[in-house]
């Protein structure tokens, strides 16, 4: 609903807040990457991981953060985003987007990355904000060249800054894209059923992104 406030990403942002804040604890430094902290070690995504039947990183990754820098930028990045993509999609749909781009980030990186890095943070999920932003822009027949521009620079970002996980981007920005198109697109095809659709086809991408995560983890044995 217009107008609502953004509940779902004041959430998200606590809890990435607090769970850097029990890393900070445990590491006694908000450098979280020098220290390696016990709940950091623990649900961090690496493929080695995977291969043990730690699927859970698949998730918690996404809600790790390497330092005081890395939160913030991603924090910000996250409101910036979801002030303005929550009421517009509604709470319910904009969490699924956002779970579906954060798996999907996960799932590019155990399937394509190299299997002992450890990787974490929730700008996979935030592409896939920009990939849904991108289709509602494109659902109002509005110019796509900021939101273009915008998505191009943060990759070029990626290509060129050290310690930044390309592959979790992009499967974030695609993955969120495609949840997103289907909740905007779906419910144009039946005013009765439409928007059952959206929801099982966003539920198939979200498994589908689940099932090439734990498939990189076999990939690594």
């Given at each position: 609903?217009?107008?609502?406030?953004?509940?779902?990403t004041y959430t998200l942002i606590a809890?990435?807040?607090?769970?850097?804040?029990?890393?900070?604890?445990?590491?006694?430094?908000?450098?979280?990457?020098?220290?390696?902290?016990?709940?950091?070690?623990?649900?961090?995504?690496?493929?080695?991981?995977?291969?043990?039947?730690?699927?859970?990183?698949?998730?918690?990754?996404?809600?790790?953060?390497?330092?005081?820098?890395?939160?913030?930028?991603?924090?910000?990045?996250?409101?910036?985003?979801?002030?303005?993509?929550?009421?517009?999609?509604?709470?319910?749909?904009?969490?699924?987007?956002?779970?579906?781009?954060?798996?999907?980030?996960?799932?590019?990186?155990?399937?394509?990355?190299?299997?002992?890095?450890?990787?974490?943070?929730?700008?996979?999920?935030?592409?896939?904000?920009?990939?849904?932003?991108?289709?509602?822009?494109?659902r109002a027949r509005m110019s796509v060249?900021?939101?273009?521009?915008?998505?191009?620079?943060?990759?070029?970002?990626?290509?060129?800054?050290?310690?930044?996980?390309?592959?979790?981007?992009?499967?974030?920005?695609?993955?969120?894209?495609?949840?997103?198109?289907?909740?905007?697109?779906?419910?144009?095809?039946?005013?009765?059923?439409?928007?059952?659709?959206?929801?099982?086809?966003?539920?198939?991408?979200?498994?589908?992104?689940?099932?090439?995560?734990?498939?990189?983890?076999?990939?690594?044995?």
């Amino acid at each position: 609903m217009a107008g609502a406030r953004p509940l779902v990403t004041y959430t998200l942002i606590a809890l990435n807040v607090a769970i850097f804040g029990i890393c900070a604890i445990q590491a006694n430094s908000t450098d979280i990457a020098v220290y390696l902290p016990p709940l950091f070690d623990r649900w961090a995504l690496a493929g080695v991981d995977l291969a043990g039947g730690e699927y859970w990183r698949l998730l918690t990754a996404g809600f790790l953060h390497l330092s005081l820098i890395h939160l913030g930028v991603n924090m910000l990045s996250l409101y910036v985003l979801g002030v303005s993509l929550e009421p517009a999609l509604g709470p319910r749909q904009y969490t699924a987007v956002y779970l579906t781009a954060l798996f999907g980030g996960s799932a590019a990186v155990s399937m394509l990355g190299e299997p002992t890095t450890m990787t974490a943070g929730a700008s996979g999920a935030i592409y896939g904000l920009m990939g849904a932003l991108l289709i509602l822009v494109l659902r109002a027949r509005m110019s796509v060249a900021p939101v273009v521009g915008i998505i191009a620079i943060n990759v070029v970002l990626s290509l060129t800054l050290p310690n930044i996980s390309i592959l979790a981007h992009l499967g974030g920005l695609i993955f969120g894209a495609a949840s997103a198109a289907a909740f905007v697109f779906a419910p144009r095809l039946s005013r009765e059923w439409g928007a059952r659709i959206a929801w099982v086809i966003v539920g198939v991408v979200l498994l589908f992104a689940v099932a090439l995560g734990v498939a990189g983890g076999y990939r690594s044995t």
